[in-house]
Every structure is written in structure tokens, then in C-alpha cells.
């Protein structure tokens, strides 16, 4: 008797819309021609809106210019949790090209019945529904007599590929105009109506607690409106900005602080993260079915230093009371998070208090956006209703904001007799790399931890390894090896505040791997791209390391002081993938003088989007790589200027090339941290290259090359 096949499983929404099926919460139509989106996902410099509103223009079929993308807001935005993890594409993209494939078919039969007409008859063109005979009606004819009060229903199918008119092509980035001509966009450059300006009082050790204050200073400056004080969280409300940096200064002179808590030593935090009590977890395990004999074992280490974001412009916020009602205005990542910290701060419920995007001038993952945003709801407390301001100095964001996790990673190559490996393993020592709002019973808020009931402060936690991983974060290996264990050690103390920096634990992971891959290969007299091809299974892998190599010329013939380098990764293991070479010149220092990418990210939306992410993400971890890395002694982060904390100049820039591997049959990924951990690896194998020098202990600089030639001489 013949079995019946199993039932195909029924069809599924995409993720965000699943959590978000009404479809009014996505797309508005008016009268007037135009169509309001509103993803759940923000704008922080990646574009993300323009390749949404591309999404939405291609499945209604609309132009471009009619798409009004809506800025998310706790009040009219699906709830997409966070924007970060490369994901926007993903899930915000996935959602909205179903949703309106689906508005699209529910225009259709609306039209359908008022043009008697079947709905296979017809046609979208800008918008204009066309049927037999010359018969029209339009999306804005027919606004006011089709309800998305509805949920999203499955099994919709949204255009094939090959009718797709935007996708697959560069448009001009809808965000980019306002910032070329100064209109205001930033949230830095708003101004509201009778808005006061706030300042918060911080100590210079880390953690110390406010025991006196002395406040006749700042009562004398003029357009002082309030000091607020609760516990050791203190600030003022001032009439002016400068009014509020002269009061706050005053105050300064009149705070006394305990002392603070103990820093590690920075010379040697490999020592201190492999010291402190950790959680020890078996990421993934990996065992051979004819185990080889090791005939030795080769052992690195690698290590990167604490960095901070740097964000170009300090954290801003706004906040405004009404009654027990309160607005915040906040280039946070995630409005929904924010408001439920918030909440738990205030003591009110969430639908009290709206929190509404907009846009910051720089943001690489959790930074202080959040923080500011606390701040200024407390001080907007003591402002009898007006808006208040505030935004932080550069010293505050360079030593208060959380800063990404410093790592030491342990890397094992059980070799056989031929030299081939047999076996591999993988250690990580480090704080956890996620500590955001609304994630937890408890506020993960800066000022929340200074309250005079304070919040416990937050131990940073690592996402599971279905959602990428955290400290662990690429750690499993692409490469085909027959054996491995990865393990995670999460520190369980953490003197100095850590959370999400732009690629997690990628980064230093992918900088191990690829650098360790590169000893292997040296070991053995291979050239390092041949090494890679042979360990590997997956084409589309092999596809960009190829691509790069052969845009690169790999490899060119040597010269004195250049070198050259590769570095391969897919983020994540389920993302983009990335290849790069890079082509550095060592002179009194390292200077990295070009760097040619290759990047699979599925199909692309918009392809001059994709080529600005990877090549601000390859310019960015140059920027880590040579020059990143906060500096403190036992008492206070020292970093706190662009002097101290240097980041990568213009001139310094390196020429970028980035090719793309077009994959329209395949669902798009984010590629904004693909090229991160490839960067760095690729720029540390092209200083060996030039120097016979392997420096594992980022960033390479003059001194770290003197060091790891000190270790092998």
C-alpha cells in the first residue's frame, strides 16, 4: 500500500510581521498620491530606509517618490524590537514586501468590484489600477473605501524576482539630501518649542557615589531653571546651553565622591579576563568519525583591547512631561526596549510614555543614546512642562557609554604527521556583548544605577547562538575541518561596562580564525588563499574569496615594506559573506593603502547601499585595527578625547574596491558588519606578509610589532 506524503507545512509570516500582522500598522494610503511607511526598523547611516522604501515601491507598483517613509515611533510603528545584527533587510524587508503584496491584492479587488471587472484583468502602473475597455481607478480613488485595519493573512506571494523594477538597482538614498544641504534631520539639530537645555553631573572615577553637594556655584549662573538630585544622579536645567555647561561645572566644584571602583590592569588583560569568574559554556562540538593522529599541536592567542564607539556626535536626547505622561524623542536603536526601561524607571505604565526615532549622527550598537534618554525624562521632570535637552560632552561618551567587550581567544591545531589538521579548538574569554534596555526585569539604564534607590547594574549577557551569539559570535569554524570543540567563558563581573559594539564578538573571532588559518598555511609553505579554497565546502563561500583574489591580482609580486593579506568570514555563519585583501605599506607605521572586498548578501536590493556598508565597515575596522583602544589606569577611563582615543583621518583612508556577487534568487541579508572581521584579519596577515612579523594583539601598532618581534627574536 502506497504511503501518503506528509502535508507540506501551512505557509508562515514572515517574523516581524508575524509579531505585527495589522496591516494599518505598515503602510497608510491618502488621498493625495502618496503612501506613509512605517517599519519598525531606524535609520542610523545605513540606508536602511531607502532599500525599504524600494521594497514597498516595487510590490505596490508605485514610483519611488510617492513612498513617505515614517520615522518609528511607540505610538503608530509594528514593534520590531531592535535595529542591529545586519537584520533590517532580513525581517523589516521581508515583512513589508509581504504586507504590501498583500495590500496590493486587496486594492485589486476593491477595484475589481467597483469596475466590474475580474481582478486577473487588471493592472498596477504608479499606482493607476487599468482594466478592458480602458476602465481605471487608483490606489487614491480608492483610499477611503479599503480598511488595512486587517491582519496579514499567510500564503500571500509577493512578485518574482524577474518583475521586480527597483531591486537590483542604486537609487538615491532618500535621507541623504537633508544632510548635504543642513537641513535639520539629526535629532543634535531640533529644536522644540520653549525647549530648555540639561546637563548631567558625572564622577571621573568609575562607579563612585556622590556623598556632597555643594550647589551655591551653580545657583548663581545665570538662567538656571533646576539642580536635580536623586541619590548620586545629579544634573541642572538651564535656559541656555551654555548656561546649563557653566552650572554644571560649578557643580563639579562643589561635588564630593567616594572612591571609586578598582580597574584592571590594562597592559595585561588577557591575565585579568582569564582570571575572573566566568560562565563556561560548550558553544559546539564537533567529533571526526575516523579520528587522525596528532602527530603535534600548534597554540595561539589573540587578543583585542576594550573599544568604544566613538560616535562621532555626542549622545542627544529630548524629553517633555505632560501630567504623568512623557515624550521622548531619541535616536535610541530600539524605541520599544527604551519604553519598557523606562517604565520600569518611572514606575508608569508603558502606553504613558512615547518614544519616537530620530536620527543621531553616528551609532555602532549600544551606545549612550539610551542613557541620555533616562537623562533627560529626569531632568525634564523639574522643567513644569517644557521640553528639556540634553545631550552629553565628549569626555561623558567616551567614558560612560558602554564600550565593546575586550576579548582573549585561545585556538588549538592538532596537526598529523602530513601536517594537516585533525583537530581544533577554540576559547574565549570575555565580558557578555549585550546589556540593552528592555531585555530584562531590571532597567539597563546609566542612571537608573545612580538613583537613590538604585537599580542593580546590569552583568552583560551574550545572545543565544540561534540569534548569532555574542562573545561566541563566529567562532564555529566555516572551514571543514573533522574535529572541533568551541568553548565561551562570559565573565560574570564587569568593572568596566560593556554591551553591544558593531559585530559583537565577530570581529575578534573572525581576526583569530583567519590569522591562525594564515599561521597554519605558512607552516606548511601554502599560499593562504589556496589553503582556504581547499578546507572549504561551500561555493558561495569559495565564490568571494575567488572574486577577491582575482580583483586583487593575488598576489602581486613583493615589494620591500608591502604587504599583502586576506581575511574571510560569513557573518554570523548565516549572513553575508565576505572577503577581502588588503594591501598595507609599513613604513614608521602601519598605513593600510587599499582594500579589495568581495560580498554575497543574497539578492540585492540596492546595490550602491550594499557597496557604502561594506566600505564603511572596512574603514571603520581599519580604524579599530590600527589606531582603537580605550586606555584606563585603576581608577577612570583616560580615553576621553580624540588625542587619547584616536580614530582613523581622511587622509588615512584607504581606497576601498568592493565587488558584489548578485544572488537574485536567494533572500537578502544586512551587510553592514560583513566586512569587519575580515578587515581586520586580512590587514594583521598583510603585516606578516610585509614584515615576517605575526602580531596577534590588536590594534597593530608601532608598539605592538617592536612587542611581537621582542617574542620572536
Known amino acids: 500500500m502506497n504511503q501518503q506524503a506528509p502535508d507540506p507545512s501551512p505557509p508562515k509570516l514572515p517574523v516581524s510581521l508575524a509579531a505585527n500582522p495589522r496591516l494599518s500598522s505598515w503602510l497608510k ?45 511607540t505610538t503608530a510603528s509594528p514593534n520590531e524590537g531592535v ?12 515583512a513589508l ?59 500571500v506571494t509577493p512578485k518574482a524576482v524577474t518583475s521586480r523594477t527597483l531591486a537590483g538597482h542604486s537609487v538615491q538614498r532618500v535621507d541623504i539630501p537633508d544632510k548635504v544641504l543642513g537641513r535639520p534631520r539629526f535629532i543634535h539639530d531640533q529644536a522644540l518649542p520653549g525647549m530648555l537645555h540639561g546637563r548631567v553631573l558625572r564622577p571621573e572615577d568609575a562607579r563612585a557615589r556622590l ?22 544622579f545629579t544634573g541642572v536645567v538651564s ?38 569568574p566566568a560562565e563556561s559554556t560548550i558553544i559546539d562540538k564537533k567529533t571526526a568519525t575516523s579520528p587522525g593522529a596528532a602527530a603535534r599541536t600548534i597554540r595561539r592567542q589573540y587578543t583585542r583591547p576594550y573599544i568604544a564607539h566613538a560616535s562621532i556626535a555626542p549622545s542627544c536626547a529630548m524629553a517633555q512631561w505632560e501630567g504623568d505622561r512623557i515624550h521622548v524623542w531619541t535616536h535610541s536603536q530600539g524605541v520599544y526596549l527604551l519604553r519598557a526601561d523606562l517604565a520600569l524607571v518611572l514606575k508608569l505604565p508603558v502606553e504613558n510614555i512615547t518614544v519616537e526615532h530620530m536620527e543621531g549622527a553616528g551609532c555602532y550598537g549600544h551606545n549612550a543614546a539610551d542613557d541620555v534618554a533616562l537623562d533627560a525624562v529626569l531632568l525634564a521632570k523639574a522643567a513644569g512642562g517644557r521640553p528639556v535637552r540634553v545631550q552629553w560632552s565628549r569626555q561623558g561618551e567616551m567614558s560612560d557609554a558602554p564600550f565593546g567587550a575586550a576579548m582573549a581567544i585561545e585556538i588549538e591545531a592538532d596537526l598529523d604527521a602530513q601536517g594537516e589538521i ?39 549577557t551574550n545572545p543565544p547562538q540561534a540569534n548569532g551569539g555574542g562573545g561566541d559570535r563566529n567562532s564555529i569554524p566555516l572551514y571543514d575541518f573533522p574535529s572541533w570543540q568551541i568553548e565561551s567563558h562570559r565573565l560574570t563581573t564587569m568593572p568596566i561596562r560593556t554591551s553591544a559594539l558593531r559585530t559583537l564578538g565577530a570581529q575578534g573571532n573572525v581576526f583569530a580564525i583567519e590569522s591562525f588559518i594564515d599561521e597554519l598555511a605558512a607552516e606548511r609553505g601554502e599560499d593562504p588563499v589556496a589553503f582556504r579554497l581547499r578546507h572549504l565546502r561551500d561555493e558561495r ?10 580583483r586583487a591580482r593575488w598576489k602581486p609580486e613583493k615589494q620591500p615594506g608591502i604587504g599583502h593579506g586576506i581575511g574571510f568570514a560569513r557573518y554570523k555563519n548565516t549572513g553575508a559573506y565576505c572577503a577581502a585583501i588588503a594591501e598595507i605599506e609599513s613604513a614608521e607605521e602601519i598605513s593600510v593603502r587599499k582594500l579589495t572586498l568581495a560580498v554575497d548578501v543574497g539578492e540585492t536590493i540596492n546595490p550602491d547601499g550594499v557597496i557604502n556598508q561594506i566600505e564603511g565597515g572596512a574603514i571603520q575596522a581599519t580604524s579599530w585595527v590600527l589606531k582603537e583602544r580605550v586606555r584606563f589606569d585603576h581608577r577612570r577611563i583616560t580615553s576621553t578625547n580624540w588625542t587619547e582615543y584616536p580614530i582613523l583621518r581622511f587622509s588615512e583612508v584607504p581606497d576601498v574596491e568592493v565587488e558584489i556577487i548578485q544572488r537574485p534568487d536567494i533572500d537578502p541579508v544586512g551587510a553592514g558588519e560583513a566586512a569587519h572581521g575580515p578587515v581586520t584579519a586580512a590587514i594583521a596577515n598583510a603585516v606578516f606578509d610585509a614584515l615576517g612579523v605575526r602580531v596577534r594583539h590588536l590594534p597593530v601598532t608601532r608598539d605592538s610589532i617592536i612587542a611581537a618581534m621582542e617574542l620572536t627574536s
Open 29 to 73: 494610503f491618502s488621498s493625495d498620491g502618496q503612501v506613509a511607511v512605517s517599519p519598525g526598523k531606524v535609520e542610523i547611516g545605513q540606508g536602511i530606509v531607502t532599500a525599504l522604501a524600494q521594497i514597498a515601491a516595487d510590490e505596490l507598483d508605485i514610483d519611488l517618490s510617492r513612498v513617505q517613509m515614517v520615522r518609528a515611533s
Open 83 to 94: 535595529t542591529s545584527g545586519s537584520l533590517s533587510i532580513q525581517q523589516s524587508g521581508r
Open 97 to 155: 514586501r509581504h504586507a504590501c503584496a498583500e495590500v496590493r491584492r486587496i486594492f485589486l479587488q476593491q477595484a475589481a468590484e467597483r469596475l466590474g471587472v475580474g481582478v486577473d484583468a487588471l493592472d498596477v502602473e504608479d499606482g493607476t489600477i487599468s482594466g478592458p475597455g480602458n476602465v481605471r481607478t487608483s490606489y487614491w480613488e480608492l483610499a477611503d473605501d479599503v480598511s488595512l485595519d486587517r491582519d496579514a493573512t499567510p500564503g
Open 211 to 232: 556623598l556632597e553637594l555643594r550647589e551655591d556655584g551653580a545657583r548663581a549662573v545665570a538662567g538656571l531653571v533646576a539642580i536635580v538630585r536623586d541619590g548620586s
Open 239 to 276: 535656559e541656555t546651553e551654555p548656561g546649563a555647561e557653566l552650572a554644571v561645572q560649578a557643580l563639579r566644584k562643589g561635588a564630593t565622591w567616594s572612591d571609586g571602583d578598582l580597574l584592571p590592569d590594562e597592559g595585561d588583560l588577557p591575565s585579568f579576563l582569564k582570571s575572573q
Open 422 to 460: 585533525v583537530g581544533w579548538r577554540h576559547a574565549i574569554w570575555s565580558n557578555g556583548h549585550a546589556a540593552r534596555p528592555g531585555r530584562a526585569a531590571q532597567p539597563a539604564l546609566l542612571a537608573g544605577f545612580e538613583l537613590a534607590n538604585p537599580f542593580p547594574r546590569m552583568i552583560s
Open 541 to 550: 563561500a569559495k565564490d568571494v574569496i575567488r572574486a577577491a583574489a582575482t
